[in-house]
């Protein structure tokens, strides 16, 4: 009987029956508040994002002019009347608008926040298949387990935002590099420089996924043989051309349009916060030890990196990596927590590896290394959770209201002023086009064609000063709409 069963857990069906329920477990745990109001965390990150789906939804497809709702200078310096949104190449976008407009007994919202838990589980499929590799079918498992269930990734990977669909792109050709140099065939060289490219079109940080690439190619090929060898140089000149000039293009493209390209220098080191202190609190104690590891995580996380018995160093490349990206992105990876779900893939990795010597080490008492290892598991998960449960909260409902009320009274074609300190998850609640901010004087805003104004801020000096010279049309304990193009007579 005992031979039974452990020819059953090593069995292929055990595997597989395995990784389901880890598949099943991980969609599940995504569709908690999936019918949220884009109004919590980092609303206005996932406000433009579907913004940009909403405008493709309303006007149709147009991949090399994607528009969205905000006109201001604040996010790029300069006027934009035509709502050029040059970011990301709108891949994620387009395949959400087709999906609403297919679907529309699903609201477009809901269809972004299932894109990406599809791109998630995606992408923990092909971290298995790159687990199994290195250290074999519990590494892979484990790295798709804890893809799929750190706390952290559970929130990020059900947002609308693109950046999960280029960490999927980037891991697939991750994986398909790793075939190229175990099985030879340009097929796969072929597919990871494709991947790769698609990935710098939606998110050039990702370039730091090259670390473990370059580590795969000098351990297949050696160095020598990659620069002298002409056979591995036109291999290596197909694999850049697809990687590179897409990417390359599309931002010759962009640069046609400065209006709608935001600040981004100050995302490398704005505040020169590189290396000081605040820097290694922030990326080291804050973001690592305790969002994304939840304390004790860290011990397993320790081993990962420690542990040099797996088969390459593939897992070191890609940590390597992952240290070079918040070393180069300083600033960015301190101010918002979403700059890490770029390297959520080389941490989990990190905990399989780590987890399996724990486990299977004989250094130590097993037993007690054992406990140690599940205790520092379940407080990962524990403390975790609760860093990131008040991501799911609603914490202004008033902008919903505020927002529904003006898409109900005013033009479809109106252009509104919904300030809330540049964040356009106020503006996107309204369906409308407009300002996410009051960045010039209120007369030439007009001239620029603000209609109306909402505010949920009654006492401040800009609601009160338009009040004072505008028609207001309504008006409740929570918000204020102002007709701008109905001025007050002037009091004599």
Do not use: C
Not at 25 to 31: I, P
Not at 80 to 85: F, I, K, M, T
Not at 130 to 147: H, Q, R, T, V
Not at 440 to 446: E, G, V
Request: aromatic share 16%.
């Amino acid at each position: 009987m005992g031979t039974k069963i452990n020819h059953f857990l090593k069995g292929k069906f055990f595997e597989y029956f395995l990784l389901s329920v880890i598949f099943i477990l991980g969609l599940l745990v995504r569709l908690y508040k999936i019918n949220n109001p884009v109004a919590d965390w980092h609303s206005w990150r996932q406000a433009d994002t579907a913004s940009v789906t909403r405008t493709y939804i309303q006007d149709g497809i147009n991949l090399l002019l994607p528009r969205y709702d905000d006109i201001s200078s604040v996010q790029t310096g300069y006027f934009n009347p035509n709502g050029y949104r040059m970011v990301e190449f709108p891949i994620y976008n387009a395949i959400n608008a087709v999906l609403a407009v297919r679907f529309q007994s699903i609201p477009q919202e809901i269809w972004g926040r299932l894109l990406t838990i599809a791109f998630a589980l995606t992408t923990s499929f092909f971290l298995y298949l790159i687990g199994k590799k290195l250290m074999g079918k519990w590494g892979g498992i484990l790295s798709a387990f804890f893809y799929l269930f750190i706390p952290y990734n559970i929130y990020f990977t059900r947002v609308i935002l693109p950046d999960p669909m280029g960490v999927m792109f980037g891991v697939i050709s991750i994986w398909a590099f790793m075939m190229f140099t175990e099985k030879d065939k340009n097929l796969f060289l072929i597919i990871s420089g494709i991947f790769f490219g698609l990935a710098m079109l939606i998110k050039p940080y990702l370039g730091f996924y090259l670390f473990p690439i370059v580590y795969l190619a000098i351990k297949r090929f050696g160095l020598k043989e990659i620069l002298k060898n002409k056979k591995i140089w036109l291999k290596r000149s197909v694999f850049i051309f697809l990687a590179i000039i897409p990417f390359a293009l599309w931002r010759a493209w962009e640069s046609k349009f400065p209006e709608g390209i935001p600040f981004y220098l100050w995302a490398f080191n704005g505040n020169l916060i590189r290396f000081k202190p605040s820097w290694w609190y922030w990326i080291f104690g804050e973001r690592l030890g305790q969002l994304i590891l939840g304390s004790l995580g860290v011990i397993p996380f320790v081993f990962g990196v420690l542990n040099t018995k797996v088969k390459n160093f593939l897992v070191h490349a890609f940590l390597a990596g992952a240290l070079f990206y918040v070393i180069v992105v300083a600033d960015a990876n301190v101010m918002h927590d979403y700059y890490q779900i770029l390297i959520i893939p080389a941490i989990a990795l990190a905990l399989a590896s780590g987890t399996i010597y724990l486990w299977t080490q004989t250094n130590f008492n097993k037993i007690l290394a054992r406990i140690i290892l599940v205790i520092s598991l379940g407080v990962m998960f524990i403390t975790g959770w609760n860093q990131i449960v008040g991501d799911y909260q609603i914490n202004h409902p008033e902008i919903i209201e505020a927002g529904r009320e003006v898409d109900k009274i005013t033009p479809k074609n109106a252009l509104v002023i919904a300030p809330y300190n540049g964040d356009t998850s106020f503006l996107y609640q309204t369906n409308r086009w407009g300002w996410p901010v009051i960045d010039d004087s209120i007369d030439n805003m007009i001239k620029q064609g603000a209609d109306y104004y909402v505010s949920v801020d009654l006492g401040s000096a800009d609601t009160k000063m338009i009040a004072s010279r505008f028609t207001t049309v309504e008006r409740t304990n929570d918000y204020i709409i102002i007709n701008l193009t109905k001025p007050l007579p002037i009091k004599k």
